[in-house]
């Protein structure tokens, strides 16, 4: 239910096999459904969105596919008849939930549906503004109503070159609008995919709220806003602190300026900061010439955790308190300009990372994606350097107040030997394990492979190797905000504990997608510890595989009870199952694939099941359809064979088998009489006690 964004083979043969699966469901059921809408929805899903996850349909989801997607990717022409997105999109939510293959952490299904009847009456209008439709609907539209056949690859070729001569009308504004779109990416079709987060564990709302009472930043932001309280204190015409009250504010908050001989508030860099930080999280403002305690902030500075996570958000805001410059005799560094971007990458980057990260490859790996945003090919080599230790100082000071928020903890150690593999001269290949946001804060993709940058890079290593270094890491109050965050704009960050209350198939469909080994087990041990009985519990776990339509996503399933489950019980449990006449195809599979079963060890009428489900998977991971005739018919005419020997197989997904029979008729060309009589003829032999050897 979620491919990588370059693994465009793998997506279409899914979206096929789901998509047919969808329109035989919907035929069942007799509800509306239109094959091409379908596909449309899950594209916008797997390419316009950063998660990818085709199972998780929350409102903003809906209201993106049906008021944006949809309008900037379908060309309706005119006369032809519109396609019916609404009832597709109902009719596919509830085959997701029918099929167990939506997402435990989504909506329920009336929560979406309901989304739907929500933006309905919107759609339309939607599909003909033309400010939202894509570039190629842009001119297709209004070639079509031009009197073009824009399926005419020649008609459509002089229409442009008319286009490009002036002599074709058309809405001006609309392409003007839909151009700006195009090319300030916020068209859907320049969304760039996320790879999801590694799973984070994180304490109770009680301990994270008793160590943001412990921050040092909290209690300055709270006092602060005591202080002011709701009458105010007088500030300068320019909105600044008077300098009796600065001063005494520094007592008071203990911020460690020094105000001896200080005219000015606006030279005391610490509280000037604590001042603008209360500002930006709504918790004091200037009214009529005085500072005042925002009076709605009142139950957040009672809440030490909210208190400090609206702390963390306003962080994001104070790129010029923090290292802007502060007289006319300073410039910016390349922070200043790239701040909130890098700040994003660098604490992304330390989510759910397995190791603390080592000072000197996070310095470097901010270098590359300065080098891959500011042209620095002007200046000397000094110059450049002077560039980048400005640069690393006002990191160092961004780094040092998040130390003081509580959101980063360094200390002093060796780095790990993963960090000694990622080369950051050439495009990296991150080991197993590291975040996604590494590899985007590198930008190395634009970075030349050159002397230069294999010098840095070896110098880079020496440095990780001579000794111990800094190491940093984010604090779980850190995970916590910078999980929020990604959840914000639709990112993927598991939460050990979030599917204790999933069905199972929901909660083993998520593991076996998202979650490594070691947070598996924790999780679904969790699952099992919420139901009581432990026994009951594995019964719900081996009911949600057996009623898994998708073969593929029942053995990913089925691994997860293999590998998850603790001291060697996921063996036993699935050993105990291998004479259940409807999971043994699954589990002698599962079995071989981890070298727990060996061809020895089975007998014939089990090899011919294991032979029957790998023909099955087959056909489900090349799409079904015409994709599993071409899998076939690449296979030459040995698949024959293989292909009788299943349909004789004591196998119990029939209708599967007899869809694959046909299949493999026409991929061979070969009659179904035919393959019958093979058949036939395996029966007879298998009567005889003649040994097969598979």
């Not at 200043?336 to 660098?346: G, I, K, P, S, W």
Request: glycine share 8%; charged share 30%.
């Amino acid at each position: 239910m979620r491919f990588e964004a370059g693994a465009e083979e793998e997506f279409e043969a899914a979206c096929g096999l789901l998509v047919d699966r969808l329109v035989r469901w919907a035929g069942e059921q007799g509800l509306p459904v239109d094959g091409f809408m379908a596909e449309a929805a899950l594209d916008y899903r797997h390419r316009a969105t950063a998660d990818g996850r085709l199972g998780l349909w929350e409102p903003r989801h809906v209201e993106e596919l049906l008021l944006c997607w949809l309008p900037e990717t379908i060309t309706e022409l005119p006369g032809e008849e519109r396609g019916d997105a609404l009832g597709t999109l109902r009719t596919l939510l509830r085959y997701l939930h029918a099929a167990r293959l939506a997402d435990p952490r989504g909506p329920a299904l009336e929560d979406s549906l309901a989304a739907v009847d929500a933006v309905a009456e919107l759609y339309p209008g939607a599909m003909a503004d033309r400010t939202r439709w894509g570039l190629a609907k842009f001119w297709a539209r209004t070639a079509a109503e031009q009197g073009v056949d824009v399926l005419d690859g020649a008609a459509l070729q002089r229409f442009a070159e008319r286009a490009q001569r002036g002599e074709v009308a058309y809405d001006q504004q609309a392409l003007d609008m839909v151009m700006e779109r195009r090319l300030t990416g916020r068209a859907l079709s320049s969304v760039a995919r996320a790879e999801p987060q590694l799973p984070v564990a994180l304490p109770p709302d009680d301990e994270l709220r008793r160590r943001a009472e412990a921050s040092t930043i909290v209690g300055q932001l709270r006092g602060l806003a005591e202080w002011a309280g709701r009458d105010g204190r007088a500030v300068t015409a320019a909105g600044r602190l008077r300098m009796a009250d600065a001063r005494e504010l520094v007592d008071v908050l203990g911020t460690g300026d020094n105000a001896e001989g200080v005219r000015s508030s606006a030279d005391l860099p610490r509280l000037g900061l604590l001042v603008e930080w209360a500002k930006k999280a709504r918790l004091v403002r200037v009214i009529k010439g005085r500072l005042c305690a925002v009076a709605r902030a009142r139950p957040v500075l009672a809440d030490p955790l909210q208190l400090w996570l609206r702390a963390f958000e306003a962080f994001f805001e104070l790129r010029q308190a923090l290292i802007g410059a502060r007289s006319g005799w300073h410039v910016e560094s390349m922070l200043f300009d790239a701040y909130e971007d890098v700040l994003e990458d660098v604490l992304n980057t330390l989510y759910s990372l397995p190791y603390p990260m080592p000072w000197p490859r996070l310095r470097d790996s901010v270098h590359l994606a300065y080098r891959a945003r500011f042209q620095l090919d002007g200046g000397s080599d000094i110059q450049h350097r002077m560039w980048f230790e400005h640069a690393d100082q006002d990191l160092r000071m961004v780094l040092d107040t998040l130390v003081d928020l509580g959101a980063i903890e360094r200390e002093r150690g060796m780095a790990d030997p993963v960090f000694l593999e990622v080369d950051l001269s050439a495009e990296p290949e991150l080991p197993e394990g590291m975040p996604s946001e590494l590899a985007e804060l590198l930008g190395a993709a634009g970075v030349a492979l050159d002397p230069a940058a294999q010098e840095r890079d070896r110098r880079l290593r020496e440095e990780l190797s001579a000794g111990p270094v800094e190491l940093i890491r984010l604090t779980e109050l850190g995970t916590r905000a910078v999980r929020q965050r990604l959840l914000a704009v639709g990112r993927d960050a598991p939460l050990v504990g979030e599917l204790a209350h999933a069905p199972a198939a929901g909660l083993l469909g998520v593991l076996a997608d998202d979650y490594d080994p070691d947070a598996a087990s924790v999780e679904l041990a969790g699952w099992i510890a919420a139901r009581g009985e432990r026994d009951a519990a594995l019964r719900q776990l081996v009911e949600a595989v057996r009623s898994m339509p998708f073969r593929v996503r029942a053995q990913a399933m089925l691994a997860v009870l293999l590998k998850a489950l603790p001291d060697g019980e996921g063996g036993r449990l699935l050993r105990g199952l291998r004479g259940d006449a409807a999971l043994a195809p699954l589990v002698l599979t599962v079995l071989a694939h981890n070298e727990l079963l060996s061809p020895e060890d089975m007998t014939d009428a089990e090899h011919l099941l294991l032979l029957a489900e790998n023909l099955l998977q087959l056909v489900e991971l090349a799409g079904g359809g015409d994709g599993a005739e071409e899998v076939l018919r690449a296979q030459g005419s040995e698949v024959r064979d293989a292909v009788a020997a299943a349909l004789d197989s004591a196998h119990p997904d029939r209708a599967g088998l007899e869809e694959l029979g046909q299949l493999a008729a026409r991929a061979l060309r070969t009659p179904a009489a035919r393959l019958g009589r093979a058949r036939k003829r395996r029966r007879t032999a298998g009567k005889s006690g003649r040994k097969r050897h598979r």
